[in-house]
């Protein structure tokens, strides 16, 4: 993770003169929380250093996880299909930074590719939104559950059994309307992005975290820049937020331990409390029916190995075919 103070400033002075051409180029999926998450790396490039927001341009690229909409992710190809196209727009140059929400990215990069800049992170809960029941526990006897997530369907179908998951993807509104025609009695969101798109009051309920953890890395905004462009690195990563830093990768480490593939519901949680870094984490059978989970502390400089050994553990503990089986 490359460092404010480790980058050279040699660009400054080319960063000044250049009035007339933007000076940077977000690229970003079309999406309003994608579109909500750029404007919102916009505006602090433009106050933490000073530029006026208009010479800081925002492409959108269509990535195949907007185009395919039909089947869940973890069938198409899961977390890449935000990514890929964004990322080849980085490698051309058409774009100088990439913004993305951090749990969508895999946890190998292209080459020449870094994530340089941590946001500040949201709350990492999960929103339960409902039109008929105020909490899981009312829902009625086999009520449906809309989620395309493998986790947030692992985790409904082990608090109970009788609940019945349906595919559902789409934005807030579109969810709303199928809750509304009878699709599903329930739906799932990241109240970090019900937050960023002023939709927060249509949760029905903010889920604790202990009893539905998160993905890893909710909830926090990441970018990415080129290896070889140091200017617009030096820039982003002045965004950074050490804390968030900190917990993002120790979760991610976590993931990558165990993401074989990304057919495990996966879940992770970390806090840190002065020096003092703990992180937790589950795997579930995509029915519920199993689940495994740990919890270790360490401090804030040990995230990354925490998040490879809390993996290892949960691998002993489940039995090496536990994640194969799902991969078949
Ligand atoms: N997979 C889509 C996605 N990627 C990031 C978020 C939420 C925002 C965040 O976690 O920062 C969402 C929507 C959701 O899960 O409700």
């Not at 309003?32 to 959108?60: N, W, Y």
């Not at 019945?164 to 109240?191: E, H, P, S, Y």
Request: a negative charge; aromatic letters at 4%.
């Amino acid at each position: 993770m490359p460092h404010w103070a480790d980058i050279s400033y040699q660009d400054e002075a080319t960063l000044q003169s250049s009035q007339t051409q933007p000076a940077l180029t977000i690229g970003t999926r079309g999406s309003p929380l994608a579109m909500a998450q750029a404007e919102e790396v916009r505006d602090l490039l433009s106050k933490v250093h000073g530029l006026a927001p208009d010479t800081i341009a925002i492409k959108v690229i269509k990535t195949s996880g907007d185009i395919i909409l039909d089947r869940p992710l973890s069938e198409v190809g899961g977390k890449g299909l935000f990514t890929k196209e964004i990322e080849r727009a980085l490698e051309t140059g058409e774009i100088d930074l990439a913004v993305h929400s951090s749990k969508d990215m895999s946890t190998s990069l292209p080459e020449g590719m870094q994530i340089c800049a941590f946001l500040k992170r949201e709350d990492v809960r999960d929103a339960f939104i409902s039109l008929v029941a105020k909490s899981p526990d009312h829902l009625a006897e086999g009520a449906k559950i809309g989620t395309s997530s493998l986790r947030r369907a692992a985790q409904f179908k082990r608090f109970r059994k009788d609940f019945r998951i349906v595919g559902f993807r789409g934005n807030v509104q579109t969810r709303l309307k199928k809750l509304a025609d009878g699709v599903a009695d329930a739906t799932l969101l990241a109240i970090a992005g019900l937050n960023r798109l002023d939709q927060d009051h249509r949760a029905t309920l903010i889920l604790d975290e202990r009893d539905f953890p998160p993905a890893p890395a909710q909830g926090a905004i990441c970018i990415e820049t080129r290896l070889d462009d140091a200017r617009t690195t030096q820039l982003a990563a002045a965004l950074s937020h050490r804390e968030t830093e900190i917990r993002v990768l120790a979760e991610r480490a976590f993931l990558e331990k165990l993401d074989g593939s990304c057919r495990t519901p996966i879940a992770a949680l970390s806090t840190l409390e002065g020096d003092r870094l703990t992180l937790f984490g589950q795997i579930l059978s995509p029915d519920g029916s199993q689940a495994f989970e740990a919890e270790m502390t360490g401090t804030r400089t040990d995230g990354q190995q925490m998040g490879f050994a809390l993996g290892e553990k949960l691998i002993a503990e489940a039995g090496p075919d536990f994640i194969a089986q799902f991969n078949r």
